[in-house]
């Protein structure tokens, strides 16, 4: 199990939930922010410190953002697994589902 990063950080990237991240697994894309799904260990600190509500437990994730399940897993796909999300930085793709979205207005 993991968490996921919904709709509400596309194009906000408020990243609090990053400083909170004890094994740094928090990902920076484009227009979004995703959890490695391998690299978490679902200690749950990044949930509560989103000022915008987008990170759930997988299992509570509400069935209207069920596709970004699917986004925070593929986004890794091509990226593997770098034990680190510092070490990358900013990755200069998104996830088709957020690539597709308008722009979100906060």
């Known amino acids: 199990m993991t968490y996921i990063i919904?709709?509400?950080c596309?194009?906000?990237k408020d990243k609090a939930c990053i400083d909170e991240c004890p094994v740094d697994c928090i990902y920076e894309g484009e227009r979004?922010?995703?959890?490695?799904p391998d690299e978490c260990v679902?200690?749950?600190a990044c949930e509560p410190v989103c000022p915008v509500e987008a990170i759930y437990y997988?299992?509570?994730l509400p069935e209207e953002w069920s596709e970004?399940?699917?986004a925070n897993v593929e986004f890794f796909d091509d990226v593997g697994s770098p034990g680190g999300a510092a070490k990358l930085g900013l990755i200069e793709k998104d996830h088709e589902i957020i690539a597709a979205l308008p722009p979100?207005?906060?």
């Open 10 to 12: 596309v194009d906000l």
């Open 32 to 36: 979004s922010l995703y959890i490695h």
């Open 6 to 8: 919904a709709l509400p």
């Open 42 to 44: 679902d200690c749950g």
């Open 68 to 70: 970004y399940y699917r």
């Open 104 to 106: 979100q207005e906060h």
């Open 58 to 60: 997988e299992d509570d």
